[in-house]
């Protein structure tokens, strides 16, 4: 399976994007999908992440501001982030994971999301 992200920009603090993650097969083969950035210097770090029967799971910094979802006919995750802030400038990385009988990751290519203050 590839995941394919796009949606990345540049945007004023405040603004609004949104990323998509389109998967070349369907996501039901993946138990969750979700959402990681990563800064220079910095490790990968979750943002969210959605379950195959649609529970989510948000990091304290961008909960009531980032809103993920996904639609399963169109093989795509979404993550909807409002009330952007420079600190939420990064690449972005969609990924689904096979939890059991261990887990496994997939990844797409990252999206550079660049918010000025």
């Known amino acids: 399976v590839q995941l394919q992200a796009s949606g990345g920009g540049l945007v004023q603090a405040g603004g609004s994007l949104r990323l998509s993650c389109l998967a070349s097969?369907?996501?039901?083969?993946?138990?969750?999908m979700g959402w990681y950035r990563q800064t220079p210097g910095k490790q990968r770090e979750l943002v969210a992440s959605i379950t195959s029967v649609g529970g989510t799971n948000y990091a304290d910094s961008v909960k009531g501001r980032f809103t993920i979802s996904r639609d399963n006919a169109k093989n795509s995750v979404f993550l909807q982030m409002n009330s952007l802030k420079p600190e939420d400038t990064a690449v972005y990385y969609c990924n689904g994971a096979s939890l059991y009988p261990f887990r496994d990751d997939w990844w797409g290519q990252g999206t550079q999301v660049t918010v000025s203050s």
């Open positions: 097969s369907s996501i039901f083969k993946f138990d969750a």
